[in-house]
């Protein structure tokens, strides 16, 4: 059975020992870093399966790991942070976090939620593998969203989308012009509730309108449906594409 390695990245080790403890009698195997360059050469060494990085590391804190990061990684990143730092965690969402959560946490709360981002992502290499996605591409009205490359196209012009971004455009448009909830968008792609806090979709959401939307403050793809969510629009339809 392969091993799931997890990358815990805080400057407390009473933290990182405690997250590696709950996460260890999971079945976890955990490596842990006390400053952003040792995480990224960690990161590049073990090729971990997720990663958790506070965001106040000294030197090198951890919106900068994850922006050096995502110049080349795509591992699920799930920030640590104070509750007052509301703006830290917006822009670390921004700048390529998947998820966060706030100190002072449930360290069993910390496992269900890594275990949740994990189940996710099983499921997509699985789907991939299997060639579970019968339909391989979706197009749309200066749109091609391209299923089995996970890669999409604007008037052809190819939009770099992260995981989650492309898994948020995806679902919405696999249901044109239907409106979803967002606690279900939330649950459908990150794989678990979201518990009334719903900013981590909210910046996913703002982050994709800048790279699909001609004008993001006026998005003609995906759109707001006041008081439920979000819904992806098009007038001509969707075409189903297959190999």
Not at 6 to 20: A, H, K, S
Not at 32 to 47: F, H, M, P, S, T
Not at 79 to 96: E, Q
């Amino acid at each position: 059975m392969k091993e799931t390695h997890i990358l815990v990245v805080d400057d407390e080790p009473e933290i990182t020992e405690l997250i590696g403890l709950y996460l260890a009698r999971e079945g976890f195997t955990v490596h842990v870093a006390d400053n952003g360059n040792d995480a990224l050469r960690l990161e590049q060494e073990v090729k971990p399966d997720l990663m958790i990085l506070d965001i106040l590391l000294k030197h090198m804190d951890g919106i900068e790991v994850c922006r050096q990061l995502r110049k080349y990684s795509s591992v699920p990143i799930l920030f640590i942070s104070c509750k007052s730092d509301d703006n830290d965690i917006i822009h670390g969402l921004t700048v390529g976090g998947d998820d966060y959560i706030t100190k002072p946490f449930s360290p069993s709360q910390l496992v269900a939620r890594v275990k949740a981002h994990l189940r996710r992502l099983e499921l997509q290499r699985k789907a991939m593998a299997e060639g579970a996605q019968e339909e391989c591409m979706l197009v749309f009205d200066g749109m091609i969203i391209d299923l089995d490359a996970r890669s999409v196209h604007i008037d052809g012009r190819q939009a770099t989308l992260s995981v989650k971004e492309f898994d948020l455009l995806t679902y919405l448009a696999q249901r044109p012009n239907k409106a979803v909830q967002i606690d279900h968008l939330y649950e459908v792609v990150w794989g678990a509730e979201s518990n009334g806090d719903t900013r981590t979709l909210m910046v996913h959401i703002s982050n994709l309108r800048k790279k699909i939307e001609p004008d993001p403050a006026n998005p003609v793809y995906v759109m707001t449906v006041r008081g439920i969510g979000y819904k992806f629009a098009t007038k001509e339809g969707i075409t189903h594409v297959y190999r």
